[in-house]
């Protein structure tokens, strides 16, 4: 069985300021990883995900993430934060035979400005 | 536009009451799941379904009902036996087959009282 791990549950930043949002993952068989976004009492929405080939993957807003396999990492990037980016984060994780997905505990990024 | 409808957007109910909460998609995507999403616990699996007929137990089933009678429409019941039910539920579906693109609803606030 596959999980996640989200070690901050809050992330403050200054406006335009780059942010980190870090996930680790633990699993015996090959996996997908995703990042959603979730604005308050809404669905989630999908930013990025890894499934194969290149390591680093873009997604949308300007966010990034790189897959990392021997430090089973999937951390979430971005180079200089909007007020809009406010929201919580969830990194989520799926071995590459099953459909099911596994999130994280969340992140909520708060920027300041 | 195709997507997945959860209503109602806010519900309370009496203590010791059961309440079924809405999920209806019209993406014609065969599996279908309800997660319940607690503050800093992020999102739980209850039930999933990948086909008409046919549902399976997630992580946290206990207390909970579901059927899938027809290919757009997965309501799931809280019954009196789920001890905490106070919580934000997710619907969400996915297209076996073609890779993970989980199409989430925006939520329902169920609030017992």
């Known amino acids: 069985a596959q999980s996640v791990t989200q070690l901050d549950s809050q992330v403050p930043v200054f406006e335009e300021a780059p942010v980190e949002l870090r996930c680790n993952y633990s699993s015996s068989v090959s996996v997908y990883l995703f990042w959603y976004v979730q604005y308050p009492n809404q669905g989630l929405q999908l930013l990025l995900k890894y499934l194969s080939g290149s390591t680093l993957v873009k997604g949308i807003n300007g966010f990034e993430a790189e897959f990392n396999k021997s430090q089973t990492s999937f951390h979430l990037r971005k180079p200089s934060v909007h007020i809009s980016d406010t929201a919580e984060y969830f990194c989520a994780v799926s071995d590459s035979g099953n459909e099911k997905l596994t999130f994280g505990t969340g992140t909520r990024l708060t920027i300041i400005p | 536009d195709g997507g997945i409808t959860q209503s109602p957007k806010y519900l309370f109910r009496k203590e010791g009451q059961n309440v079924t909460l809405s999920c209806e998609q019209n993406?014609?995507?065969?599996?279908m799941y309800w997660y319940r999403q607690d503050p800093g616990q992020g999102l739980r699996l209850i039930y999933y379904?990948?086909?008409?007929?046919?549902?399976q137990k997630g992580d946290i089933a206990e207390g909970y009902s579901v059927s899938r009678e027809k290919k757009e429409s997965f309501p799931l019941t809280v019954t009196s036996a789920q001890k905490n039910p106070t919580a934000f539920y997710l619907c969400a579906s996915t297209q076996k087959g073609q890779g993970i693109r989980y199409t989430f609803g925006s939520g329902t606030r169920l609030t017992v009282v």
């Open positions: 379904s990948q086909i008409v007929n046919d549902f």
């Open positions: 993406l014609n995507h065969d599996a």
